[in-house]
């Protein structure tokens, strides 16, 4: 018999999601060639029924139940997890920052779990200092284009630490100074000053604080951050986090959290002790 040689394993080169989009942008190509006539028509696709897709087309009533088509080629792949960022990460990066707007910033996010949306269209009039509120107001109007995303506009409320409304204070006083802006966060440094920061300023922010500290933090990390960090503490139950967060579903609050066995562990031990402390009152 002939010796079977074995290749040499390798490394993984491309995720199964880039795969898939080169897979499709070719069966996109023949498909194409195929029905204008310039290439031999090939089965690219097969009929099956798929009842668990999450996206449904416009008309997707119309054919529920029906076959459709899906492509014959398809890796399997996950959606990636979204990191999180440690306190102490946090207090780095707010010790790193040069301006106390900055500050502001990077600790709103990661005490609130807000959206970088909302805080970039923050107005000082959705701050109440004197009760430690920040309100989460939809507005179509922003000129720096940031979007609050709150599910049938309702106002959210989102109490906060009393330490981040000293904070606030010192940079009305030291920094924001007057300049006539019914914004919070603004350029005064760079670009045209007293406008509105950007998605492109605030991004900025944090990739140079990235380089600065060596901490990759972003602003969506933090939301996933605070979400996980609420349920960790044991008085925060999925209910009161998808309240805090805003979420219209509390599926999608689910998504948010990304617990790990050490809190799997603590909890139990947790539980067992309480269990042991009924049974003795009893």
Known sequence: MPTVGLLPAIGERRKPSTI???VAAVTAFRVYH???????????????IEPGRPYKPFLHHVTRGRPI???????????????????????RVVAACRHLRDKLLIRLLAETGMRIGQALGLRHSDIRSWDNEIWVVSRDDNVNEARTKRA??????IDVD???????????????????????FVNL?????????????????????EKRTGIHIRPHMERHSHATDLLRTGQWDLALVQK???????????????LLDEDVKVAHQ???????????RR
């Open 152 to 157: 049938g506009g309702e106002p959210l409320r």
């Open 162 to 184: 009393p330490s981040l409304m000293r904070l606030y204070g010192d940079y009305l006083v030291d920094e924001l100074g007057e300049a006539d802006t019914d914004y919070v």
């Open 34 to 48: 195929a029905r204008t006539g310039s290439m031999a028509n090939q089965v690219d696709y097969q009929l099956q």
């Open 20 to 22: 898939n989009a080169i």
């Open 270 to 280: 947790d539980y067992l002790k309480r269990r042991a402390e009924r049974e003795i």
């Open 244 to 258: 805090r967060l805003g979420h219209r579903s509390i599926g999608t609050t689910s998504k948010y959290l990304h």
């Open 189 to 209: 440094w760079d670009g045209e000053i007293g406008r509105p920061m950007t998605y492109r300023t605030a991004y900025d922010l944090f990739r140079r604080l």
């Open 69 to 91: 088509q899906t492509r014959l080629i398809k890796i399997k792949s996950h959606p990636p997890i979204p990191r999180t960022v440690s306190d102490d990460d946090v207090k």
